[in-house]
């Protein structure tokens, strides 16, 4: 069945330091990756996507993820965190080729600590 | 460009009160439209998606029903709510045939008490 863990319910990383958010998926076909970002209280704001090409894709906010087929992992990642990427990070990929569903991970809480 | 308008942002209903919930979307023609809830805790879960005006899908057996009476414009009832209707819940769109890339509304804070 279709599927998306993200692993960790909370991840620490102190600010300047490097983050990583992990994801990891289970779908046929190629997959349609997505990562959104959720502040308290507001809809998902898009962060960046992979469809097809580099595996390594660059979004907003000085984010990018790292599309890696052969561990069917999407991570999303940062070179040096702020305070202010504290927020909760989802992870999402189209169920099967055409449709319009997605299926959405639980995400992870980020708390970048000053 | 493209707004999507969701109200309220919050409401706290009585169980067994009816519920309404509106999503519009400008800018665009023939979005495609979808209703989330996030559960405390949870992540999201796709309720109803619709490609067109009177065109709704349901994902997940529940009381709760979605319309959508004109091409820009989205609405979650429900006749009587449950206490596991709270929720925040999320409208969002897509580009006619285009099958990725949500935006999303700023969301709905639904107490039920």
């Known amino acids: 069945a279709q599927s998306v863990a993200q692993p960790e319910d909370q991840v620490n990383v102190a600010e300047g330091n490097p983050l990583t958010v992990k994801c990891t998926y289970s779908?046929?076909?190629?997959?349609?990756l997505f990562w959104y970002v959720q502040y308290p209280n507001r809809g998902l704001q898009f962060l960046l996507k992979y469809i097809t090409g580099d595996n390594l894709v660059k979004g907003s906010y000085g984010f990018e993820a790292e599309f890696n087929k052969s561990q069917t992992s999407f991570h999303l990642k940062k070179p040096s965190a702020l305070v202010s990427d504290s927020a909760l990070y989802f992870c999402?990929?189209?169920?099967?080729?055409?449709?319009?569903?997605?299926?959405f991970g639980t995400g992870t809480r980020l708390k970048v600590l000053a | 460009s493209q707004t999507i308008h969701q109200w309220p942002a919050t409401l706290v209903q009585p169980v067994g009160s009816p519920l309404s919930l509106e999503c519009t979307v400008e800018?665009?023609?023939?979005?495609?439209l979808y209703w989330y809830r996030q559960a405390a805790g949870r992540g999201l879960q796709l309720l109803f998606y619709?490609?067109?005006?009177?065109?709704i899908s349901s994902e997940v057996p529940q009381n709760l029903s979605a319309s959508r009476p004109q091409d820009r414009q989205f609405i979650l009832s429900s006749k009587k709510l449950l206490l596991s209707d709270s929720g925040f819940y999320l409208c969002?769109?897509?580009?006619?045939?285009?099958?990725?890339?949500?935006?999303f509304g700023s969301g709905t804070r639904l107490t039920v008490v």
């Open positions: 800018g665009t023609s023939n979005p495609n």
């Open positions: 619709s490609v067109g005006i009177g065109q």
């Open positions: 779908v046929s076909g190629n997959p349609y």
């Open positions: 969002a769109w897509t580009p006619w045939g285009q099958t990725y890339g949500y935006t």
């Open positions: 999402a990929v189209r169920e099967s080729p055409g449709t319009y569903k997605y299926i």
